[in-house]
Nanobody
Framework: QVQLVESGGGLVQAGGSLRLSCAAS????????MGWFRQAPGKERELVVR????????YDADSVKGRFTISRDNAKNTLYLQMNSLKPEDTGVYFC????????????WGQGTQVTVSA
């Protein structure tokens, strides 16, 4: 089992920044592909960005390219999402996920952290 706990969400004005963290415990963190999903009100959960165990990144949501950066610290068992130039459409609950190397399969979810961007 892997337990994932997100933190760092909050309320920010458009153009601002937030840094989300996801602390992992349980099985070896470095064995897993990791990623961030988000779910906006009334919409389905979408994959935003993912990172392999070795650090290879894939930005799946075009809208975040150039603004969001995913990273991981395997020594600290922590996943990060640096979000800059935030827009109101970035509002939603952000979930940390762990699974297969390219995250084509999600095995574990965090509980989510709310991000609200005001206009």
């Amino acid at each position: 089992q892997v337990q994932l706990v997100e933190s760092g969400g909050g309320l920010v004005q458009a153009g601002g920044s937030l840094r989300l963290s996801c602390a992992a415990s349980g099985r070896t963190f470095s064995n897993y592909g990791m990623g961030w999903f988000r779910q906006a009100p009334g919409k389905e959960r979408e994959l935003v960005v993912r990172i392999s165990w070795s650090g290879g990144r894939s930005y799946d949501a075009d809208s975040v390219k150039g603004r969001f950066t995913i990273s991981r610290d395997n020594a600290k068992n922590t996943l990060y999402l640096q979000m800059n130039s935030l827009k109101p459409e970035d509002t939603g609950v952000y979930f940390c996920a762990a699974g297969s190397s390219l995250l084509t399969r999600v095995d574990y979810w965090g509980q989510g952290t709310q991000v609200t961007v005001s206009a």
